[in-house]
């Protein structure tokens, strides 16, 4: 059997559903982690004249694409008919006409601001027959954009629960974590919009050195670049004595988070703005209380009875410092308007949360409650959403694109 090869990246939900298409099929495949290995990230771009999205496929010498091609392929090796459908999963989306009029189109389209760009609100509805996004939340955004509602999908970010699960009868030590400390966990980056900011300037309000809690920020910097996190972090407990902060920075592989949500109690995210915020699904998979922002995409996921939401506060914010969003200039934000507004988490409730966690929940009450979680976002569930809409769309007759 020819070799397969998969480029991957973390927090990539389509590398994971890749990767689960691959172990079901018991295909023995060799992965290639470019935040582990940048030069892997060169090696790929060269095999596939530029690509910057990942997963990225090889069979033998052969370049297969991303997830979606690689699900299309194993359709053809079952002998399955389906209409002709292109389906397009990058960023910034691609805009052009397929080969044929006949050809419809399904973009995959992530997104994590309030607003669409302006050049995008009708390009969508000049090349797309439908729009698949991760969050009723997102899906709102572009319906706000123009998107005819009848051609939006709401297909989430699955997980594998045999991964990530609730069962702690094997969690491994790991960075000199305290378990016997209650630990609140932040997964994520450091973009404005993640919110991490607030949530450190409130840190050192809630916890002294005498609390036995832990903070635990999981950084991405080989994604997002590297800051001075650190150096803020290593301040503020110098100036104010606040209670521990354990900060990250090393990739780990899904076994590794799962044990680190394993060894937390509390997973913390004060978004500003989020297209779907996976992590916090899977911490809740193994356990974690949610703390989120009330109000985004998390809401399709995080119940009331389940978590704790942060009211949220819409605020205008000038997009013109690309600093702000930790965009480049000429990316697609930058280009929206003058002006948008994002959803300021309150930090007075963020703060009143920690404190009411840490003092009056104990961690077996915890668990039980999160027993209760839905698994319905497993992968194979989510696989299912995707071909049921591939299946809807390829059923209608011609296409809905406007000529």
Known sequence: MQKVVIYTGPMCNYCSAAKH????????????????????????????????????IFIGDTYVGGYQELKALEAKDLGESNPEIQIR????????????????????????????????????????????????????IFLDGGVNPSNAFVVPNGFDPAIFNNDRSEVKPMLGIDPDRFNFVYVGNSQWRKGLDILINIWHKCFKTYDKCTLIIKDN?????????????????????????????????????????????????????????????????????????????????????????????????????????AMKPGDAMTRMSTHTFINEPSGQHL????????????????????????????????VDMYEGVINEVGKRKGTNRLR
């Open 21 to 56: 298409l691959l172990n079901k099929k018991k295909v023995n495949y060799t992965e290639y982690d470019i935040a582990v290995d940048p030069s892997k990230m060169q090696e790929m771009q060269k095999k596939t004249n530029g690509a910057r999205t990942i997963p990225q």
């Open 89 to 140: 999963h990058t960023y910034p989306p691609v805009w052009n006409w397929p080969v044929s009029d006949e050809t419809k189109v399904i973009y995959i389209q992530p997104w994590e601001y309030p607003k669409v760009p302006f050049e995008w609100q009708y390009k969508f509805e000049t090349f797309a027959d439908a729009l698949i996004v991760p969050s009723n939340y997102v899906k709102q």
């Open 221 to 325: 910097p080989n994604i997002y670049g590297k800051n001075n996190i650190l150096n803020e972090i290593v301040k503020m407990q110098y100036k104010t004595e606040s209670a521990e902060v354990i900060y990250i920075d090393q990739n780990f592989s899904d076994v590794e988070m799962a044990n680190l949500y394993k060894l937390s109690n509390a997973i913390v995210h004060p978004y500003r703005a989020e297209g779907f915020a996976m992590h916090v699904q899977e911490a809740m998979a193994c356990g974690c209380l949610p703390v989120v922002s009330a109000g985004g995409p998390t809401n399709d996921f995080v119940s009331d009875e389940l978590g704790l939401k942060i009211p949220t506060s819409q605020q205008n914010v000038n997009i013109s410092d690309a600093g702000v969003f």
């Open 351 to 382: 703060e009143q949360m920690l404190k009411y966690i840490y003092h009056h929940h104990n961690k077996q009450d915890l668990y039980k409650k999160l027993d209760k979680i839905s698994m319905k976002n497993t992968w194979d569930h989510v």
